[in-house]
T-cell receptor, first 114, second 115 residues
Framework: DTEVTQTPKHLVMGMTNKKSLKCEQHMGHRAMYWYKQKAKKPPELMFVYSYEKLSINESVPSRFSPECPNSSLLNLHLHALQPEDSALYLC?????????????FGQGTRLTVV | AQSVAQPEDQVNVAEGNPLTVKCTYSVSGNPYLFWYAQYPNRGLQFLLKYITGDNLVKGSYGFEAEFNKSQTSFHLKKPSALVSDSALYFCAVRDPNNAGNMLTFGGGTRLMVKP
């Protein structure tokens, strides 16, 4: 199993809603990532978890709240988002947070904030 | 500071012709370089990586990349392009001197392969 699975694939939410994005991998990877990607732009790193602990937070607004319940799961909780937060949210995992490890990406959740 | 540049926003190639997608990097240590492809409405698919060793790296789907230290480049190549290779391609780098070993992406190059 070399897949990173993200749900849902599409999400439309209002600015007052609370929703969660989910990510799952069964490759035994110990590093997991959230990226945000705007159309025709490269992915921008948001958060990194290493061995289930938050290792990097790229100054992301608190309306985005990550959670790593176990080594296979990564969630991103959303609350009070703005329309400019509409983007493709990508989850990725790698064996560790090492230099020579490639990251495997999910298909993403396309989020629209209305 | 680390950075990676992809000088071409778009590359157009006829099917069957060789393709090259360019990437240059700037890191303070030995670079760890990666190529990814993003097909429409999909996540990024890992193609290949350079860590050390042979300068010519072979990857998935017939792609290869040549590491050139003197030119600080890591161009992606394929001898014969397919229409199905049409996608957005990202070069990425990890710098050993950068805390967290974060992956930094270039701006992306759209490859269009025409029949």
């Amino acid at each position: 199993d070399t897949e990173v699975t993200q749900t849902p694939k599409h999400l439309v939410m209002g600015m007052t809603n609370k929703k969660s994005l989910k990510c799952e991998q069964h490759m035994g990877h110990r590093a997991m990532y959230w990226y945000k990607q705007k159309a025709k732009k490269p992915p921008e790193l948001m958060f990194v978890y290493s061995y289930e602990k938050l290792s990097i937070n790229e100054s992301v607004p608190s309306r985005f709240s990550p959670e790593c319940p176990n080594s296979s799961l990564l969630n991103l909780h959303l609350h009070a988002l703005q329309p400019e937060d509409s983007a493709l949210y990508l989850c990725a995992s790698s064996q560790e947070q090492g230099l020579n490890t490639e990251a495997f990406f999910g298909q993403g959740t396309r989020l629209t904030v209305v | 500071a680390q950075s990676v540049a992809q000088p071409e926003d778009q590359v157009n190639v006829a099917e069957g012709n060789p393709l090259t997608v360019k990437c240059t990097y700037s890191v303070s240590g030995n670079p760890y370089l990666f190529w990814y492809a993003q097909y429409p409405n999909r996540g990024l698919q890992f193609l290949l990586k350079y860590i050390t060793g042979d300068n010519l790296v072979k990857g998935s789907y017939g792609f290869e990349a040549e590491f050139n230290k003197s030119q600080t480049s890591f161009h992606l190549k394929k001898p014969s392009a397919l229409v199905s290779d049409s996608a957005l391609y990202f070069c990425a780098v990890r710098d050993p001197n950068n805390a967290g070993n974060m992956l930094t992406f270039g701006g992306g190059t759209r490859l269009m392969v025409k029949p």
